[in-house]
């Protein structure tokens, strides 16, 4: 699957990852839901790291469709609230 994480690029992420990048998808819903700033933060931090580690960078040139966007490193919470869905950022 392509990644996008807004501001930076993209990556392509085997779908075997989905289910340890859920855990912190359900992890970042339930602090966004709370209003827990700090946990939010660090959270945010931890799955973009995971994305970062696990996926392959696409070239800059590539415009390859997104099949999941995600936020930059610096999005308020405020932000990351709007982009939600019913099961977080990653759906399943």
């Given at each position: 699957m392509i990644v996008r994480?807004?501001?930076?690029?993209?990556?392509?992420?085997?779908?075997?990852h989905l289910a340890e990048l859920n855990r912190l998808?359900?992890?970042?819903?339930?602090?966004?839901?709370s209003g827990d700033g700090p946990g939010f933060r660090s959270t945010l931090e931890a799955l973009l790291v995971r994305v970062r580690e696990l996926g392959t960078p696409l070239p800059d040139d590539s415009l390859e469709p997104s099949e999941l966007i995600l936020p930059s490193s610096d999005a308020t919470l405020e932000e990351v609230r709007a982009m939600l869905r019913d099961d977080g950022l990653i759906p399943g």
């Open positions: 994480i807004m501001g930076e690029g993209q990556v392509a992420l085997a779908d075997s998808d359900d992890e970042l819903l339930t602090e966004v839901e």
